[in-house]
Every structure is written in structure tokens, then in C-alpha cells.
């Protein structure tokens, strides 16, 4: 897609772009839009109240998302991420850039995250009985304080369930788990509009952990995420949801714009040297939890775990170093604007995920590789995206042709499960 130049960001052809006149970028020179988003992930409130009881683990690892627990401690670049923004496109569901197209795909996000990708989806019924539910899967109903629609406040549920007694039983301690893996879901995969509560939606799906880790979790936080992606870019928004880590850090296996200068080290290897960001305060571990989480520092494939050894990790975990800040956001946000505009192919990596990079991680991240560039509709309960690889067949090693037309679905980006 042509765009006019660095002065005028509208594309010269609007029969493709057609929601020019509300986007990001139609705004990009004023002065409300010198400012980096406002974050909504709660990362800090997270581990500073709920350090994973070792006795929990095996089922967090049953239900496939002991690896998602591992990565999750990424200080945000929040210019980065508002950049990104700007070149994000509802109507295509890909980020436009000058050599381009480029998004985010179901490769991405069982590389990266180490979800699953295949059906079934995640999908069924938001009218909840939120009592009997959370007194069936988490053995204590919430109060009405604590309750907004059918969701559940993430700060009650660490409260309730983030310290079992010495002496529980293995019913206890499957209640913990449960409540932890749906605060995580919150706090960190499909976070809300206020990164305080999660949807009690995703605690019917917790009750056997087998059948748990069977679901196309990939799927449904690519949908929400490229929800949330369409909403921020749109309507002067000045903040954005859902999974902003795995936007991050699909970025830095691609872009070459802010990513850490430690390069492209073999998996799960610690860089020798910390890289230097700006990060919002709600992202940073202060050092008396720090000293506490043992999260903060690279993991390495193998290597033991509170006595116990550690499963593969997903690619994503590769990312996990200690950073330093920069107090100059603005600075960067022009900085990656100039270094976005000025993109050439060369500076892309269009098939990141070869070699050795890729040779321990998970069979889930490897697996189903025969819908990684399908054409399909993304589903998570309400949320219905299309996932559209046609447009981005360089990713995937193939000639890229014009892609065919695609259409804005503007009443099914209205329907969601918000409370």
C-alpha cells in the first residue's frame, strides 16, 4: 500500500484503507499523539502478590501454561508497542510498513508462546452462575465487591488462593492452580481495559487440566490480541489491552527496531549485556519483590527448578533479561517512528524461526505447522477475527502476489464480551 510520504501518513489509495479518516496514523502529527499508550498489563500487582506454590506446578504444566508463567516477567517498550499501533491496520489485520505487509500469525504465537493452535477453540457460554461456578472450581464464592459482570477482581482471586495451607489436599491445591492460571490469563493474556479483572468465561474451560491444554489457547489469544490491536489504532484510543508481550516479542524476532542489542543468541543463552528501555512503572519489579521472584533473570533449557527439571520453554523465553530504563519516551517514540519509516527488506527477518534457534524447543511450538499460513476465522468465546497469512507469504518463505480483497466487518468487531 503507497503512502504519501513521511509528512502525510494517509495512503494514497483508500479502497483497501478505508478507515483512514479514524486511525492512529491520520492523527500522528498532532500533539495528543506524542505520547506513548497507556499500558493496561498488571504485571507488577501479579507477582508482587502470587509467587506460584511449587505444589501447583505440575498442574499449571498439565494445563499448558507453565511456559506462558516463564516468560511473562518482559518489561514493556511501550513506544515500541505504540508504534506498532500506528502501523496496525483493522481492515487487513497486519502492521503496513514501507517494504509491505507483516503481521502476526498462529506460527508466531506457538513459537513464541508455546500455545496450542488447533481446535477445539475456546469458545461457549458468558451467562455464568458465578456462584456455583467459583464455589465448584475454586471452593470459595466471591462478593459482589469483587464481581463486575462475569468477571472476577484478579486481586481477590490472589488473595483467596495464593497461599493453600501446608497440609492441603490435592482438591486445594487443584482450586489454587485454577485460580492462578486464570489470574495469569488476565493479567497477562487477555487482559480487560483495566487489567484488573478476568472473564469467569475461561474458569469453565479450567476444570479438567488435560482437557484444558487441549484447546486452541494460540488461537484465541491471537484473536483477542488482534482485537485489541483494531480497537487501540482506532478513535484516538489511548490505551491498549490484551497480550502486549507477544506483540513485543514478535517484534523483536522480526524488526530490527528496539531490539535488544545483545542480537540473535542461540535459545534460552543469557546476553551479555542488559539493553536499555523505557518501561511504564506499572511493568517494573520493585527489588523487594524482585529479590523474591526468581523470574527476573534468563532461564536455560534443562536446567533444574526448585529441585525439579525444567520443561522445554517456548522461544519467547529466550527474551527474559534484566533491563535498564530510559527517561526520554518521547524521544524514542520518534526515534522507532524514523527507524519504521526508513524499513528496508533487508532489515526484516521474514523466516526467523530456523536452526538451532528452534531445535529444543517444545513439540507444541513445532506442531500443527499445516495451518500456520491457513486462512481462517480466529475465535475466543464472542471475539471473532480473521487470521489472513495470505497477505504476509513472505513469512513463510513463499512469493508473495497481490493478496485478494478483504472486507472491513465493522458489526463483528462490535460484538465482544467486555463487562
Not at 476444570?207 to 485489541?228: I, K, M, N
Request: aromatic share 8%.
Amino acid at each position: 500500500m503507497a503512502f504519501r510520504g513521511l509528512r502525510d501518513a494517509d495512503p494514497l489509495d483508500t479502497s483497501v484503507l478505508v478507515l483512514q479518516d479514524r486511525h492512529r496514523s491520520h492523527f500522528v502529527d498532532t500533539e495528543e499523539f506524542q505520547e506513548v499508550l497507556h499500558p493496561r498489563q498488571q504485571m507488577r500487582a501479579f507477582l508482587s502478590m502470587w509467587r506460584m506454590d511449587p505444589r501447583i506446578r505440575p498442574y499449571v504444566i498439565c494445563a499448558g501454561f507453565y511456559g506462558i508463567y516463564r516468560l511473562w516477567h518482559i518489561i514493556i517498550d511501550w513506544p515500541l508497542i505504540t508504534c506498532l499501533v500506528e502501523r496496525w491496520r483493522p481492515e487487513t489485520h497486519t502492521f503496513h510498513v514501507p517494504i509491505g505487509e507483516i503481521t502476526i500469525t498462529l506460527q508466531d504465537v506457538a513459537i513464541i508462546l508455546g500455545l496450542r493452535i488447533d481446535e477445539p477453540a475456546v469458545m461457549g457460554t458468558c451467562v455464568l452462575d458465578v456462584a456455583g461456578l467459583c464455589g465448584e472450581l475454586l471452593g470459595v464464592i466471591p462478593p459482589d465487591d469483587a464481581i463486575r459482570g462475569s468477571a472476577i477482581s484478579i486481586r481477590w482471586l490472589c488473595q483467596q488462593l495464593s497461599t493453600p495451607s501446608p497440609d492441603a489436599d490435592e482438591v486445594t491445591l487443584q482450586r489454587s492452580a485454577r485460580g492462578f492460571i486464570l489470574a495469569l490469563m488476565g493479567s497477562f493474556l487477555f487482559t480487560d481495559k483495566k487489567g484488573v479483572h478476568v472473564h469467569l468465561c475461561f474458569l469453565s474451560l479450567l476444570r479438567d487440566f488435560t482437557q484444558t491444554s487441549s484447546y486452541s489457547w494460540g488461537g484465541a489469544v491471537l484473536d483477542h490480541t488482534y482485537r485489541e490491536l483494531c480497537r487501540a489504532s482506532l478513535d484516538r484510543r489511548r490505551g491498549i489491552s490484551s497480550c502486549i508481550t507477544l506483540i513485543q516479542l514478535w517484534s523483536w524476532e522480526r524488526l530490527h527496531v528496539g531490539r535488544p542489542d545483545f542480537g540473535r543468541a542461540t535459545a534460552y543463552s543469557a546476553p551479555p549485556f542488559p539493553h536499555a528501555l523505557h518501561d511504564d512503572d506499572a511493568d517494573v519489579v520493585p527489588a523487594d519483590v524482585a529479590d523474591g521472584v526468581d523470574d527476573v533473570l534468563p532461564v536455560q533449557h534443562g536446567v533444574e527448578h526448585e529441585g525439579e527439571p525444567e520443561p522445554a520453554l517456548p522461544l519467547g523465553c529466550r527474551w527474559r533479561v534484566p533491563l535498564t530504563r530510559v527517561h526520554n519516551p518521547s524521544g524514542v517514540l520518534l526515534l522507532y517512528r524514523d527507524q519504521l519509516d526508513a524499513q528496508t527488506s533487508d532489515q526484516v527477518l521474514w523466516q526467523p524461526y530456523i536452526g538451532e534457534l528452534v531445535d529444543q524447543l517444545p513439540d507444541i511450538c513445532l506442531a500443527s505447522q499445516d495451518i500456520w499460513h491457513t486462512m481462517s476465522p480466529l475465535i475466543c468465546f464472542e471475539i471473532v477475527e480473521w487470521h489472513r497469512p495470505e497477505r504476509v507469504l513472505r513469512q513463510f518463505g513463499l512469493h508473495q502476489d497481490i493478496p485478494p480483497a478483504c472486507s472491513y466487518e465493522q458489526q463483528l468487531h462490535r460484538v465482544d464480551a467486555r463487562g
